[in-house]
């Protein structure tokens, strides 16, 4: 078990004297950051405490409560840090640990019904373990030592490391060198003795505002022109030039009504933000790529193999979905149907191809030169393109199942209302001896999960985190070796050349 | 051309004196009718102008606006009121009627992205001619002239008729007259010289609130104990003992907010509420069934196979995601990648597919008994049972083609934020030359028609309105005819004798 | 009804003479031809008699006989025969017309549970009635007297039209003149005072050795130089210099063993071969289309809109396969089981998918300059497309109901052999009171749809006939409009101007 | 590697003395034996050399090949024989050992493109070590040790295990103990000093006549009543009182014809009989259960978990599928076209996901009581439930590629007739350079796969074997705990209390 601390008081030394123990110890570091935070149009000062974002902080606590609960679940020994370390700031020294990995990520699923954003860092320190390394037998740099320097500390205080890769952008069919306004990718403006300063702009970062620490890494494959994008840094989430304004989510407003139930998941929820850098600052220590432009691929590649597996989490939200949907076949009494048991099957079925998919690529993992284990690619794509349809296929099925009140549904307060509470108390009973307000929950959960708050994770997330379908796709194609399969094919048709012409 | 007339302005006379002509017109004659309204807990007076309400009314008032602008498309000759009437308050006189009846629907979910709510009562009014017509034979009653007496004035001044079906339905297992509580089924709690005092409660009813009449039916099989819940009328929606319930929808409380843009589609959207009547009084010559519960049956299947075609309207509004995504795609400059042409393809596939089952089942149709043609009953199922499955599909692809960004994007009081507003549009900036907010504004539909509010039309109504897919199911089962096949193959197989023992 | 007659017995006079009414008439027709055909490297010397392509002329013949039977069905007054005439050589004079044809297509599905081969010629004359008529207008010939001359005699003799499209192809890269061997287009290879003389190839041809004509057509797109492939004729199957080679099927050889239990459908299957032509004589007066390069493209797309609708006779077989696996579902004795009846409904919901969709092309026809009647091209793809998918489907299930005794079944002479007939007769019994042989035989059908030799029809053929889906999907995209989409998707969204710059 | 010996040349001797190492000491093995089989209605006297069931000896012999050239793949130590054996006769002792057996029956669908037949003897023995392990710790018996002793024995000798379960079941509603005629399940007809007899039949038993050794199984749940079918027992193939009627498949006799191109894949196929049982003798030393009823259920689950994922071979069967379509589409030229990609990636994506299933369940293995390991029984059902699904889609798909051509092609009969074979090959060429013979092949190897003689294996028995889709749906459901999953989502929706009344 990770020692209790007292929660850090002193805004300014935030993570860095202490070791952060449990949720509240985190909840209390993210306090007095002064950051500077967008949302909806009004900076928020202590971003932890609105309404709207403190589910996000929730659910990021949810990865330090697990360990207080389950430390062989959440945790795990690291020889870094010489030991027990929280799995999201672990490398990976065996197939076996990407299990693990695999495991909390789906129990926390579970727990949570939606993202608990602490996965895009856990995934970029894996990838630039062995990045950082080749990096350095080829260019006799230093920085995997570095690297290896800050996430010990890291491991030690027990911070969040968040990531950051996608660049906004501008023009897709140009070069980032090519475009007008360099800042559409992230770049280094300039450097000095202590470090580089860069600008730009990332867009849609998970849980970035609930992080400490953001790896910054280039997003595609940069050419000898680039070099001035090609740059891998820790940043502190709150250094200064960083504006963050956050995204707004299906129904988030719902957060600031009163009561509970119309929110479904009041507790939990995912959160991304766009992420403005103005000249911000990298001290050298914490620069792990700096111009070695050719690295940018290996790295996006490396780092997209690993975080196409963490999305078994969503096989654990698939779980709180099919288990939502089975409760309200219950609550309106027609659990024994067999099309309703059919349909239950059915999203069991595609949630556990999910999950088998994120194990076996796990268990397949092979070193890298660095020691580090990877997942096997072909696996790993396979897997989170079912992801980017599966949960779709579930979420159709548990909308079948609800019933149309999901979307006709009185909101809470009319439930609350003097004149009219009881008629929709009378009216929305269903099998007997239910209780109406129940039904409404597991209704609005349900809401939630398919077109509300965490729709937005457990469905457009699924799509396009950790790359968009045609991604993987390509990926597919690269590994899918159909010279081969063709040569084979060729022999058993009793073909004599070996090859074709 | 139907004859514009000054808006109605004492409310006491809506609908009683004056033709509705416009969609102006038609707004007036909303005002001032002292509904019982609540929302979201509170009571609303003056419905039709509440932001949240506004934009079903647009969807409705859109009906009246395409009569305007195309008088073949909405509206046709009525024997009846021996005069074009709007195609909404037609009976069918023939196939080429229903597949009319259908081409309207399409456009207009073409035109409002939306449920326009007008269908419900037109299906209804088809379904009662041949209904009170059988009923009529069987029993000597009267039911079908007192029923053709209140179509013609509804014609004449052509007003929205809504129906009403759904209960509240209590515990599933048992029937109506079974239930503790009788008020889960709406019937007749007590009559006199003048009519008949009805009480229950209705769910989900689309557009009730913008109608003007409602036909109360009932919504399943009854048996000779449930003679009380065989009551069909015709109510005026702003009658005593009253009770509405608006329903809540994914991000309804945007339409709170200032600005359009997150709306994504601020002008329109659809609408359901909670009906509960307390005593609410039926003239005599607005009853159509009192009693005769053996004709519930045939009422419920006639209407829904009617109104399993009316879903029509979703391949329009398929159509107005199908733009959405086209348009997004060139936004974000990679409308040529051969991957996103065949999403596109494949949506429209899919969409087309909508349509075509719906045209065929309305080209199909037969005559009843009573004159009116009703759609062939298996392609009516075999239609919607489609619509509960690709818009589905579609909406995935549509997201697929988005990008993340439709649901991670500032809001728009970020965009017209001093400090941020210029960073906002200085890195959602997609292809060159593209305007950002243009970018936004896409995207914002896009989530509006998938996550958001016409995503409960689009998704969840394509699921349940006209009967959930298990209802659908059932009926294609009825229509299969397997033992005809099963000779069929029999013969085909070599089996010499014609049935099986 | 047609007039019988005494079967034509002077082969030099076939179809010259004589009205074809019956199903016998037209076997008797195809003897004595003296035709050119090698089967499994076998020179057969009177087709019709083999029997391997007996099943074929009977598939064929059920065309005429479903005309003894049903005359509403399967004839229709022809203006230009002044009589009634099969709707297999008939001229759309309407889209009632275009919904007869449907219908009779769909019926004769179901009667012979594969492909009935005469629909080709059918699609083909439609295509030339406008296609002709057209080029008269631009190039002042009489294409479209010659055809009507050529097209009366046809419909007064009841004969069987084939045509031909698909050309060998060569080099897929290249235009018809850019190949090295130019034979891999069918063209002119010469003319004189006569007609014109032609070779060349032409693929899987349905049904050409059981007509008694072919069309030439050329199969796509003609550029300037390709004027030579621009050939369009009528040519008699048993022309001079004309070589058939049958193309094998799917388990053909049982048709060959004894007995007829083991073929599943013993006396329907369809039939394909390749047809050589070594400078084959066409007549001018059989000349349609001669240099008139930039018809080719509209004959192709007009003739593929009316083919793709005629494969609503998978409809048609389709439900042969449900009517098979709804019998042995009784036979196995699980008829009752909930998944059972779940996907006997999935494949009607599938099939009758099908039918809409060619059914509302049909009815949504439009006149061509002609006069003739052209399906909707939109809904003619939609309906193909979803043919080149929902097969598979249905077929998938018929082989989940069935069970695997269906590819592990012994013999029909293992069932008729002294020593082990009744042991297989013991042990393959299901349902008590059934009898195995007929358990044998429906399996065995439902072997034959699915794997055997009607599975080329059912599956493969509506794959790739009448166009492969790709070639549906490039005129989806065609007929999408995705600007008007994308400019109504914009105007929803509030965004200003009219178009995207 | 296992050591050559002589081949075994007295029939009477086989596999008593010598250990079978290679293919060829394999396929003497079975010669002379003298068995009972019938095929298509004649007696086979030497079945391993007759045409049709050569390929199927072939497929089974692969697997002592295989062992030849990569022993780590195929032979494992086994403590039992204290020596390395195949890997088809191991005892899993680690769930490491489930993943190499996944691998190798992955690598052998790659080399045979069908199903080698060895995997039923294996499964049935790694159930029967826990079940008479089980049996025994309740009975007191001492079946284990029986077990293990003729394990042992068998493991030296390296003969081939098959397994037989299915019965013939007849009325599928009653129980064994209440059939008309006993016969339809296996059961003990009397016993003696020596042993047992058995009576009944067991269907489409895959590659019985190729193997060594039945063991006999019952197929279902078992009760009181019906002990004397609760047999578990080790029968020589060659025992007195079988018969073998081996079942038919698509396109069987393609095999009795000159040449092999028309085969498709000449040289392999699986192989199905109906193995008939007349008072056979099982001596009591190879009895492994007898009367204990209570253990069928346990020994059918544990059997069919192990069996589900047997089924990765199909996605080696998959890669061949895969390879002959890519090569399809280079030979036809159109290998770049983007749809043809496209759908070379969406079929590699499901075979992977077949493989990622069987994997993640082999890797997440647990012991038994007895020591062997099992694979996860719900990933085990998950894998084959999508065998029964994507083999079918990827089946389809490769149709798409290959073009209608695969079902109309001439014979090879044709390409080697005189007077047409230059035909045939000039107008099958394809792509420039590209040789006619080899596309033929390659079609005829697609047709084998999706309609031939191997798609029995692919499809039907991907549907059937190891049990239908609905017996991998009971157990999903059974392995998917909905009430913890609801008491979840009850949590996160907010409710208190903590079940369900």
Not at 280 to 288: C, D, L, P, Q, Y
């Amino acid at each position: 078990m990770l020692k209790k601390l007292t929660p850090n008081t002193d805004p300014a030394l935030w993570g860095l004297k202490d070791v952060i123990a449990t949720g509240d110890d985190y909840r209390a570091s993210l306090m007095g950051r002064k950051l500077r935070v967008f949302l909806m149009g009004e900076q928020i000062y202590e971003p932890s405490t609105h309404p709207i974002i403190a589910p996000s902080v929730n659910a990021m606590a949810a990865t330090y409560e697990l360990a207080e609960e389950d430390e062989d679940l959440a945790t795990i020994y690291s020889p870094l840090a010489e030991s027990r370390v929280s799995r999201f700031l672990h490398i990976a020294q065996s197939s076996d640990d990407l299990v693990g990995k695999a495991r909390m990520q789906h129990v926390l699923g579970q727990r949570t019904g939606t993202c608990f954003q602490r996965c895009v860092g856990l995934d970029a320190i894996n990838a630039l373990h062995s990045v950082t390394f080749d990096i350095d037998q080829v260019h006799s740099t230093s920085y995997h030592e570095r690297f290896l320097a800050f996430l010990k500390q890291v491991q030690k205080r027990n911070q969040v490391v968040g990531g950051t890769m996608t660049d906004a952008k501008g023009d897709r069919s140009k070069a980032p060198h090519e475009q007008v306004d360099p800042d559409v990718y992230v770049h280094v403006k300039r450097s000095d003795d202590e470090g580089v300063y860069i600008s730009g702009a990332k867009m849609h970062q998970t849980g970035c505002i609930n992080s400490h620490w953001l790896l910054v890494m280039p997003t595609l494959r940069l050419g000898e022109l680039d070099k001035s994008f090609a740059i891998v840094g820790a940043v502190p989430v709150h250094a200064k030039g960083i504006t963050y304004i956050c995204g707004r989510q299906s129904c988030d407003a719902r957060s600031l009504e009163p009561g509970t139930l119309d929110q479904g998941n009041a507790n939990f929820a995912g959160q991304e933000a766009m992420i403005i850098f103005n000249e911000v600052f990298i001290a050298w220590e914490h620069v792990f790529m700096n111009g070695e432009h050719e690295f940018a691929s290996p790295l996006v590649e490396r780092f997209t193999t690993y975080h196409r597996c963490s999305y078994i989490c969503k096989a654990g939200v698939g779980d709180v979905l099919i288990g939502a949907a089975a409760e309200i076949a219950e609550l309106n009494g027609v659990e024994r149907a067999s099309h309703i048991k059919d349909k239950l099957i059915e999203m069991t079925h595609l949630n556990e191809t999910i999950r088998s998919g994120a194990l076996a690529s796990a268990y397949e993992a092979k070193p890298m030169k660095s020691g580090v284990f990877l997942n096997d690619d072909m696996l790993a794509n396979v897997a989170k393109h079912n992801v980017t349809r599966f949960p779709y296929e579930i979420s159709r099925l548990a909308q079948d199942i609800a019933g149309g009140l999901m979307v006709t549904m009185p909101s809470e307060q009319d439930l609350n209302n003097k004149e009219i509470g009881d008629l929709v108390r009378k009216f929305l009973v269903g099998r007997s001896n239910s209780n109406s307000e129940d039904r409404m929950r597991i209704l609005r959960l349900l809401e939630n999960m398919t077109l509300g708050r965490n729709a937005v994770g457990y469905l457009t997330e699924s799509m396009h985190g950790a790359g968009s379908p045609q991604a993987q796709r390509i990926q597919i194609a690269r590994g899918a070796n159909f010279k081969d399969k063709q040569a084979n094919a060729r022999r058993l048709a009793g073909i004599k050349q070996s090859g074709t012409p």
